[in-house]
């Protein structure tokens, strides 16, 4: 019967977990030097070998012949625990069984002395998913075992466990496996099992992998059986059904340059390829949040990098795109990506993503604004672009000479000159007739209704011929305004 490569492959001894060793180290030495606890708690993300340590150390305290603590997996305790044929160590998953009854009849079974191994060994995974009162139930257990009893919890997420429970065991946190680990270990399974696995291939699985050895081996796994032959990169890519490195950073080179036709042309050719597009979107988030760091900080940001994009290509992208652009661009994929599991179509929403992120004009919130800006400045600072210069002011006053008009001012303009030929004549002393003959031209030319600008001064001397030429002109008299 054909078995899973992650379940084929677990380790069976400490030596064997990879990325672990600040782990291993001390359990080796406790179990060498007979200072076992009576309670471990391990915690870390999916696939990092919580589960698989648990085990090791289940069956070393048991071992018959330890080799520097070391289980030497030849004596019949190693074998009935690795063949899951004793009924002295238990595991128990806390997401099925977190009542406190469960809990209770887990107390009442384990006061009893091991059957046929050294000690009874409770593995109890997901602890965190036990309800509040099986957490009650399980501490005076916990906290005083008999001698022959040893508790090993295991949890991803640390801070569902009551502090009353992490108190009383020795903790342990197990980190995210390096992409070179899970490469190197994927390459000795692979040579294992007579697959041809190629070194880009190796590196491609062991990002998406995310930390996690079981998720490598089952990527492995699953394009191993979809392909013969070489398994390369494009293979793998073609098999998860994911854009890739080279794809992504083409698609972000577009971006950059705001070039819209060729984004949605390479987009639909990948959506036509059966591409998925929310793996395609996580990409370029990646790429995204790789061009940040490069962006911010510098060389050193080289070694944090998730490996979409290779370092030349990268380097080149972070050129072309400002810190601003960058943050809108990761909000902005991380919004479309959120809306999948409500959207009535991906497609448009994914293709109007790409349209907002190559045209950030057609958005006009902060953050667009401000990318916007920064972009503007750094092309400023850098020389690509110079503002006009201004007009000097002996054109600008030629220009005005040239449409000065000739024509003498209006009598009524009150910062214009008198007329050289005609004294000036004040307010109180226009000859007579002069307003009534006005208020007929204004009549002739113009029609009603137009804005009002004849307004008067109360108690002016010629407030009433105002009035009258207001109220003809445009039907209503209006003291807002002062003449």
């Known amino acids: 019967m054909y078995q899973a490569l992650y379940r084929k492959w677990r380790p069976k001894v400490f030596s064997e977990v990879v990325g672990q060793e600040h782990i291993t180290d001390t359990l080796r030495r406790q179990v060498a030097e007979g200072h076992t606890a009576h309670a471990y708690l391990f915690t870390g993300t999916r696939g990092t070998g919580k589960t698989t340590c648990a085990r090791i150390l289940a069956k070393a305290v048991n071992c018959l012949s ?3 603590g070391e289980p030497c997996g030849r004596c019949e305790a190693c074998r009935a ?3 899951g044929t004793t009924l002295d160590i238990t595991e128990l998953d ?15 079974e384990a006061v009893y002395t091991p059957a046929v191994l050294k000690k009874r060994v409770y593995i109890i995974d997901e602890v965190h998913m036990l309800s509040i009162s099986a957490f009650n139930a399980l501490l005076k257990i916990i906290e005083e075992p008999p001698e022959h009893l040893l508790f090993i919890l295991a949890t991803t997420e640390l801070h569902k466990v009551p502090a009353t429970i992490l108190s ?3 903790r342990f946190s197990f980190r995210r496996i390096s992409q070179e680990d899970i490469a190197a270990r994927l390459q000795y399974v692979a040579y294992q099992e007579n697959i041809d696995l190629d070194d880009g291939a190796a590196r491609v699985i062991a990002r998406l992998a995310d930390g996690g050895m079981r998720d490598g081996l089952s990527l492995l796994d699953q394009c191993a059986s979809a392909t013969t032959g070489e398994l390369t990169a494009e293979r793998v890519y073609a098999c998860l059904g994911i854009a890739g490195e080279r794809k992504c950073g083409e698609m972000m080179g577009y971006i950059a340059a705001h070039d819209t036709k060729n984004a949605l042309e390479l987009f639909n050719r990948l959506y036509t390829e059966g591409k998925d597009l929310g793996a395609m979107l996580d990409e370029m988030a990646c790429l ?3 061009l940040l760091v490069l962006k911010t900080a510098g060389n050193a940001g080289i070694t944090m990098l998730s490996g979409v994009a290779s370092d030349k290509e990268a380097l080149e992208l972070t050129k072309a795109l400002t810190s601003a652009e960058l943050v809108r661009m990761m909000e902005r994929l991380q919004e479309t990506m959120a809306g999948f599991t409500r959207s009535a179509s991906r497609r448009m929403d994914a293709e109007l993503c790409i349209v907002e992120l190559c045209q950030p004009e057609l958005s006009l919130d902060s953050k667009a604004l401000n990318a916007r800006l920064t972009r503007l400045e750094e092309q400023v600072k850098s020389g ?11 054109k600008a006053a030629s220009e005005k000479d040239e449409y000065e008009d000739d024509r003498p001012p209006m009598p009524d303009d009150a910062d214009a000159p008198p007329a050289e030929d005609t004294p000036p004549v004040a307010e109180s002393e226009a000859p007579v007739g ?3 003959d006005l208020v007929a031209a204004v009549r002739k030319e113009l029609k009603p209704p ?3 600008f004849f307004v008067v001064t109360p108690n002016a001397p010629v407030q009433g011929a105002l009035v009258e030429l207001d109220s003809a002109v445009f039907g209503y008299t209006s003291d807002r305004h002062a003449l």
Request: hydrophobic share 45%; with cysteine; net charge negative.
């Open 66 to 68: 330890p080799v520097d």
């Open 168 to 170: 009383r065991c020795q």
């Open 450 to 452: 137009v804005s009002g």
């Open 434 to 436: 002069f307003w009534s």
């Open 288 to 290: 995204t949040r790789d």
């Open 81 to 83: 625990v690795d063949a």
């Open 384 to 394: 690509a672009f110079v503002p006009a210069a201004p007009v000097k002011a002996d």
């Open 94 to 108: 806390a997401a099925s069984n977190n009542g406190v009854d469960q809990v209770r009849a887990l107390r009442e």
